[in-house]
């Protein structure tokens, strides 16, 4: 069971909105309403901000949204702010032994 | 606060052994499904295993790099998560974390979405 492939990176502006990619198979995303994204700034743990594909737990900003399609999940932030500038990672269920897959991970930058 | 607290992280030789620890408070620990994660270095995350609760069955699941040398186990009266790794190999060198999900209403997402994390503690192996 190989990685999710994620961007390495994605940049945009103040203001603007921005999609990052989740791409896996069918025995992963596409085969399960189970794809959570999550934030994690430097030195910080990870913060979980979308589950099973487009949920926002308690406390997340409507800014961030998930959706997927086919394979495919993105996790979109609108609205840009400095603050959103982090690392994001996605990760699905998956049948198999391994029960999780991650993303390489994405570098947001705003400019 | 809720917190998991991993320790137990070391060098040790290939072939060695090591037990980890997570430590957990804040959380009503005797419900939680425990997860162990790793980041070997320059990589991304890898999923190791999980230990059910007792109630959910008490069963655990191991990624296949790790089945049969690494044994996770609890004891829900120290609020505590083992991770016994035997037999190791330098490819199992890397940072690693305890997680858990968590239940929203009657919906459990004990096993896709992690809403707690550990500092993680370095397991190196190398001779």
């Known amino acids: 069971q190989s990685a999710l492939t994620q961007p390495a990176s994605v940049s945009g502006s103040p203001g603007q909105s921005i999609t990052i990619s989740c791409s896996g198979t069918?025995?992963?995303?596409?085969?399960?309403?189970?794809v959570s994204w999550y934030q994690q700034h430097p030195g910080k743990a990870p913060k979980l901000i979308i589950y099973a594909v487009s949920n926002r737990p308690s406390g997340v900003s409507n800014r961030f949204s998930g959706s997927k399609s086919g394979n495919t999940a993105s996790l979109t932030i609108s609205g840009l702010q400095a603050e959103d500038e982090a690392d994001y990672f996605c990760s699905s269920y998956t049948r198999g032994t391994t029960l999780v897959l991650f993303g390489g991970g994405t570098k947001l930058t705003v400019l | 606060e809720v917190q998991l607290v991993e320790s137990g992280g070391a060098l040790v030789k290939p072939g060695g052994s090591l037990r980890l620890s997570c430590a957990a408070s804040?959380?009503?620990?005797?419900?939680?499904?425990m997860t162990w994660v790793r980041r070997a270095p320059g990589k991304g995350l890898e999923w190791v295993g999980r230990?059910?609760?007792?109630?959910?069955?008490?069963?655990?699941d191991y990624a296949a790099p790790v089945k049969g040398r690494f044994t996770i186990s609890r004891d829900d009266s120290k609020n505590t998560v083992y991770l016994q790794m035997n037999s190791l190999k330098t490819e199992d060198t890397a940072v690693y974390y305890c997680?858990?999900?968590?239940?929203?209403?009657?919906?459990?997402?004990?096993?896709?979405?992690?809403?707690?994390w550990g500092q993680g503690t370095m397991v190196t192996v190398s001779s």
């Open positions: 997680i858990t999900g968590f239940c929203s209403g009657a919906s459990c997402h004990w096993d896709d979405a992690f809403t707690i």
């Open positions: 230990i059910k609760s007792k109630t959910g069955g008490g069963t655990t």
């Open positions: 804040g959380l009503t620990f005797i419900n939680a499904w």
């Open positions: 069918s025995s992963d995303v596409g085969g399960y309403n189970y």
